[in-house]
């Protein structure tokens, strides 16, 4: 399966009457946006009203609560569309060529579970601490109507977030790319023979599925309701996996980072030199334990199925999916496939306590995203788009977390993908 | 939804009580902590009770969220020691989060309470949203399944 990524670089944000990318230049018309991401029924009775905003990178900008990160994007040639199952038809996606506008993204804020959304600082501390900080965002601020259930209201902003990101990938359609960047996969056997040296290596990425306001879609299916299973790398990156969850900030997987999956990015880069990176595999992060147990087995039977000599596995969240983390590794350990551990870490703010609530001797390979329970001061910004109201309730802040001078002290879970589990961003140990 | 009949929920959370009660066994510690769901869980497994769902919550960290509830059998089977080792781990995670000072409106009470209920929910495949239509709609007894 072969996919061609057109990257567009954009440069600036401008609001505009007219809608159009030009030299690297993305020109909005906020109403265009808002009335396409408003096409929608759930969106509309459940979304009072929305505006939107834009934050470019060193600005005394703070974004929160964040719920959403979304990188526009479009299908040039071949099957599919953009987030298949949800917007686009359930065409498999991951073929053809598809357009990226590298250097920008939507953001979806506004109060949905008051303690569960992070922030994004534009410049300051903070902002080292997410890549997110280094986009230009157009946000897309949302107020909810009165007496809409959160878990409705979620899917709405869910959805506008997705719709806006699809209009706004749309103008990139015609567009010349300043770089085209192809991946491509193999069939077992063609793989198998082509690169008879190398060894066989796949990702097994674990999707957050533990509930309402906990989920990922896959192709439009929650992902819960799965069985593990087989996806081509290139169905990622083309937006086959989107975020539907309300996790803690730092270690939520975005949509931006499941369309620029840092795992799937650097075992291509290897792919056919050092390794052959045969396939992803998708499992979930049920609370059942039956569910765990179903899901695991199924992770280590495809593992050896395959013939795999090794895999990468990289968990969403913390606590109960780190029983899914352990069981997964054990079992493919088991099968005789070797696995590297991408997780981050509560270890207390002195860093001196175990870092996950469950271990094995078997899963001795580790990388780490960074100690969630840092603590840091984040200054007070001169612009807030979105609202402070909840920063003392969100995971990670406190009471008094929001001082009367406008400064956040907080554990850097507060920040939108700080210690991301794909390994997307900066923190790491030594 | 899974069949209920070997079922005890374990919960603080009183919308867990409100939502489910008609169709589970519940345990309701009301006056108890998070903490306290989670010492009931662990000695209800040793005991040799089946735990069905992980003793600790999604991405919500301990001493974060006040509610938590936790699913194990109504009665004993036999005693597991993968259980007991998940339970107790569970339960040291918990004791290594620091207790924060915490003073929760009654808006952001209600959100944990949300949380906790709709993880239950999903573990359970029990319709959320219908025990919460229930909730707000008080639906009278007549509609029971």
Redesign the interface.
Known sequence: MKLELGLIQIKDIQFSKECKVENGTLFVNADEVKAFAFADDDVKACVKDAHFDIAKPGESVRITPVKDVIEPRVKVEGPGGEFPGVIAKVDTVGTGRTHVMKGMAIVTAGKI????EGVIDMSGPGAAYTDFSKLLNLVLVCDPVEGV????YEHAVRIAGLRAATFVGELARNVKPDEIKTYETYGVKEGWEKFPNLPRVAYVHML?S?????DTYVYGVDA?KSLTTILNPTETMDGAIISG?C??AC??NTTYHHQNNPVVEDLFAQHGKTLNYVCNIITN????????QRSSDWTAKLCRLLDLDGVIVSQ????????DLIMNTKKIELVGVKTTIITDE?A??DGK??SL??ADPLADAVVTGGNANEVIILPKMDKVIGTLDYVD?I?GG???SLRPDGTIEAEI?VITGATNEMGFGCLSAR | M?RGTDYRILTNNPLVVRCMEEWYSIDYLEAGSYRDVLVRARDLVYAGHT????P???????N??PYRSIVVSREPHAFSAE?AE?VS??L??FD???E?????SE??LA??Q??DY???????EFD??AG?DKERNRIPDTNKK
């Open positions: 579970v008051g303690f569960q259930h959160q878990h409705e957050q533990q509930g309402l306001l906990h819960k969850n996790v803690s270690d939520k992060e049920n609370v059942y334990l039956a569910d765990k969403e969240g913390f606590g109960n999916p780190d029983t509560y207390g703010q306590s175990q609530a469950d309730k995971a406190h009471a008094g879970q | 899974r735990l069905f769902t992980h600790l919550a999604g991405s919500v960290k301990p974060e969220t259980q998940i781990n569970s040291t995670a290594k989060f620091s924060k000072d915490w003073q929760w808006k952001v959100d944990f949300l949380i709709t993880l239950l929910a999903g573990a359970m959320a949203a919460l």
